[in-house]
T-cell receptor
Framework: KQEVTQIPAALSVPEGENLVLNCSFT??????LQWFRQDPGKGLTSLLL?????REQTSGRLNASLDKSSGRSTLYIAASQPGDSATYLC??????????FGAGTTVTVRA | NAGVTQTPKFQVLKTGQSMTLQCAQD?????MYWYRQDPGMGLRLIYY???????DKGEVPNGYNVSRLNKREFSLRLESAAPSQTSVYFC????????????????FGAGSRLTVL
């Protein structure tokens, strides 16, 4: 059974600092790895999806890397802003197309 | 474009009561899902429907039933609610990524917060 872990559970940084969010998974036989953002009281919004054959994906200030062999993905957010405050979740898609979610990292960017 | 719409947004039930959570999507997606989210835990899959007319159990199906009414609608029913079912429930739908059979991009609803007393 795929286990997905996100450490730390919470993170607080001053505005302008770069954010590094970690995601680890136990079974390297994944189809893809997705990163989501969740605002309080809202649903999840897909940010980036990395296929198993890719090493990274970029969208604006966001960059996600994937290292299947070590079972890790990292989400980088450059020059953080207060609007980046949210919970970020990663999810690994197994080869049976089921998603396993981490519990998320709650980020607070202080103005 | 509404995306994925869930109703109700909030509900309080007494133990033993029944209720149905409704979900509708207007994106012509084939697959739909019900997840629950509990504090300190990731989302856990309750049931999913790969296409109209089919449903399958996920990780935590006990105490729930689902109906894929048509391509747009996928409902989740609690027949006899228990306090352990207090949670936030999310419906999602998905489409396959082009050129990548099986891999899906999910669109989530805003969630339904259920409290069972």
């Amino acid at each position: 059974k795929q286990e997905v872990t996100q450490i730390p559970a919470a993170l607080s940084v001053p505005e302008g600092e770069n954010l590094v969010l970690n995601c680890s998974f136990t079974d390297s036989a994944i189809y893809n790895l997705q990163w989501f953002r969740q605002d309080p009281g809202k649903g999840l919004t897909s940010l980036l999806l990395i296929q198993s054959s890719q090493r990274e994906q970029t969208s604006g200030r966001l960059n996600a890397s994937l290292d299947k062999s070590s079972g890790r993905s990292t989400l980088y957010i450059a020059a953080s802003q207060p609007g980046d405050s949210a919970t970020y979740l990663c999810a690994a898609t197994s080869n049976d197309y089921k998603l396993s979610f981490g519990a998320g990292t709650t980020v607070t960017v202080r103005a | 474009n509404a995306g994925v719409t869930q109703t109700p947004k909030f509900q309080v039930l007494k133990t033993g009561q029944s209720m149905t959570l409704q979900c509708a999507q207007d994106m012509n997606h084939n697959s739909m899902y019900w997840y629950r989210q509990d504090p300190g835990m990731g989302l856990r899959l309750i049931y999913y429907s790969a296409s109209e007319g089919t449903t399958d159990k996920g990780e935590v199906p006990n105490g729930y039933n689902v109906s894929r009414l048509n391509k747009r609608e996928f409902s989740l029913r609690l027949e006899s609610a228990a306090p352990s079912q207090t949670s936030v429930y999310f419906c999602a739908s998905s489409f396959p990524i082009q050129g990548s059979s099986g891999a899906n991009v999910l669109t989530f609803g805003a969630g339904s917060r259920l409290t069972v007393l």
